[in-house]
């Protein structure tokens, strides 16, 4: 997280004087409390302050990349799922390939008529099909994908991390995030490669520290 230069003297004045009140360090930079305030917010949710009622701003001692992986740890699928986009077990191969091209997804989860999750296709599963002379539209997906128990999933309050890794111990673009039912699992989101690189540039940006 990229800090200013006010931030940074702010930094320095809690090092070097903490415990500080926040009325301590804005007249020491010659500034009032209120101008100071968003400067402190930041840095107290950033993690690189800690205020204590009644004593002050003492510094933590954590540097970027401390906080930068506190930050990665503490990240739940929840958070970054997106919409999971499902085909039913009859639906036929080349309405697989259509649905994917639409909704442009490199996954899509197969689920049976209580809408509970029974399998996966990706895009190599698609295409192995269809090097075939088969009648794409006469081939139901639940022939060619791959189906549960072997899948490999997430759910809602898993960390986005463990998700990551699933996907690299599994070779695999992506994980359905699903919730017990009964009868089975229901398929609430996805996470994908392109979820955790959406959470890395964020991360660089600053937006969640
Ligand atoms: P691609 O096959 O396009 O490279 P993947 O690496 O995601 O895409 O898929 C590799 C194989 O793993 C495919 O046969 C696919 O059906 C299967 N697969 C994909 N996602 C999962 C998952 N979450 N659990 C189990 N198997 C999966």
Not at 41 to 58: C, D, K, Q
Not at 132 to 156: E, S, W, Y
Not at 160 to 176: H, S
Request: proline content about 3%; hydrophobic content about 40%; aromatic content about 4%.
């Amino acid at each position: 997280m990229e800090l200013s230069k006010r931030q940074e003297q702010i930094i320095e004045i809690v090092k070097s004087n903490g415990p500080i009140t926040g009325e301590n360090i804005a007249s020491k930079l010659g500034l009032t409390r209120a101008t100071l305030r968003p400067d402190l917010a930041i840095l107290t949710m950033s993690g690189f302050l800690e205020a204590r009622p009644r004593v002050g701003y003492y510094y933590t001692g954590k540097t970027g990349n401390e906080l930068l992986t506190e930050n990665i740890k503490r990240l739940k699928v929840q958070e970054y799922q997106s919409v999971p986009i499902v085909v039913k077990e009859h639906t036929s191969v080349y309405d697989a390939i259509s649905t994917m091209f639409l909704d442009d997804v490199g996954t899509l989860f197969v689920v049976d008529e209580q809408s509970c999750l029974i399998g996966v296709l990706s895009r190599k599963d698609l295409l192995r099909a269809s090097m075939g002379q088969q009648d794409l539209t006469a081939v139901p997906v639940h022939i060619i994908m791959t189906r549960m128990p072997n899948i490999t999933v997430c759910r809602r309050d898993d960390m986005v991390l463990d998700a990551a890794r699933k996907m690299i111990d599994q070779q695999i673009d992506g994980l359905p995030v699903v919730k017990a039912v009964e009868g089975g699992l229901e398929v609430v989101g996805r996470i994908t490669k392109t979820t955790i690189t959406k959470v890395f540039v964020e991360l660089i940006r600053g937006n969640h520290i």
